[in-house]
């Protein structure tokens, strides 16, 4: 991990930062690189290429704050993965019910986001994977908390979270449950990921779609076996 000042033009280029970094590690294979989309995707786009490893998506959703929806009050994950953050549940009267509203609501995102993400494909193997989740910033921690927790449930032999900007709060999370973080800064305060990048668009699914099918069709052109769904 490290301590630095650094924006970043747009997410591919601190997808490719962040893959420089990831070759550094030796990891054992076989290697899963798993974007948690949208904004996850084309980060974790070049992490895969450059370690040449599949790539897919582990599906997890925040749950906002009702009327702050950017302010993560908790996640859920496939595999009834629920995260919640006692702090503010506690500090707000009524969080609690507003939390199960959203998190069912937020389910529902989920499956239609399998369905639009991996349309054909055969689910998940994690067993026995080295299994990358790649996210283009972690705030409070808690999307990729689940996503963690899911990849575990899942089988994964070992859990590296990787992204190019995380919260002091998210770091120590998230150090506690992954096998290993490769986080390129760490500010002392993070008020909102965007502002660690120039151009920081909203991804549409269709944009989400066409990475995940460009990097799939480099590995069938390759004539490399796609781990994802072996």
Do not use: N
């Amino acid at each position: 991990m490290a301590l630095t000042a650094r924006v970043f033009p747009d997410r591919a280029a601190a997808g490719a930062a962040l893959a420089r970094a990831m070759q550094q590690r030796p990891l054992q294979k076989p290697v899963l690189v798993l974007a948690l989309p949208r904004g996850g995707v084309p980060v974790a786009y070049e992490v895969a290429r450059a370690l040449d490893a599949p790539l897919d998506v582990m599906l997890v959703r925040k749950i906002g704050m009702p009327g702050q929806p950017e302010l993560a009050i908790g996640a859920v994950a496939a595999g009834e993965i629920v995260v919640h953050e006692r702090t503010i549940e506690q500090e707000i009267p009524g969080i609690a019910e507003a939390f199960e509203r959203i998190a069912a609501q937020e389910r529902r995102e989920l499956l239609r986001r399998e369905q639009v993400y991996r349309a054909g494909l055969a689910p998940l193997q994690l067993k026995d994977k080295t299994v990358v989740l790649v996210d283009d910033g972690l705030a409070t921690g808690s999307t990729m908390l689940a996503a963690v927790r899911a990849a575990r449930a899942g089988g994964a032999a070992a859990i590296v979270v990787a992204a190019p900007v995380a919260s002091p709060q998210a770091a120590q999370l998230l150090a506690a449950e992954a096998d290993e973080l490769v986080i390129l800064q760490i500010p002392a305060v993070l008020f909102a990921i965007g502002e660690w990048y120039e151009r920081f668009e909203q991804l549409e699914d269709e944009e989400v779609c066409q990475l995940l099918e460009l990097h799939r069709r480099g590995r069938r052109d390759s004539d490399t076996p796609d781990q994802a769904t072996r």
